[in-house]
């Protein structure tokens, strides 16, 4: 990852099971693409699959905030971003970007994740390891501008 710029996923191609009936990504694998881009930058912070078998914790998500700001199609690619907006020994907040590989948003997502003990489960401290690597991420991302669409709330606008 380079510093001052977002973590960006390989292309993830839209899959026909995916498809609407309106033709278009069905809201749900918006949900699917987003963690799946999160499943690599997970493997570099040291979250993926052995995590949770050999020290017994992971993550859960506790909150997520979709925009779905332009319609994609079966076949197309794209790649998720990932931007570390703030972190504590237990949570850690972020944003991310479906980018069509034409370079356009297509969804924005903002979301807060748990480090969980699975012993309880319960929300516990990152061991200090893992919490270097979470700290070593932010140091790279602190200067990067704050995304417009974050904790923007969701309402009918009324004149």
Known sequence: MTKNTPFISTPMRVEPDWIDYNGHLNLAFYHVLFDRGVDQIWEELGFGPEYREQRGFTTYAAESHVRY????????????????????????????????????????????????????????????????????LMTRHRDLPRPALIGRPIGIRRK
């Open 69 to 136: 700001l332009r319609e994609i199609h079966e076949g197309d690619m794209v790649r998720a971003s990932f931007q570390l907006l703030d972190h504590d020994e237990k949570r850690f907040h972020f944003y991310q970007e479906l980018i069509h590989s034409d370079g356009w948003v297509s969804a924005s997502a903002e979301g807060l994740t748990l480090h969980i003990d699975m012993s309880g489960p319960r929300v516990a401290p990152m061991p200090p390891d893992i919490l270097a690597n979470i700290e070593a």
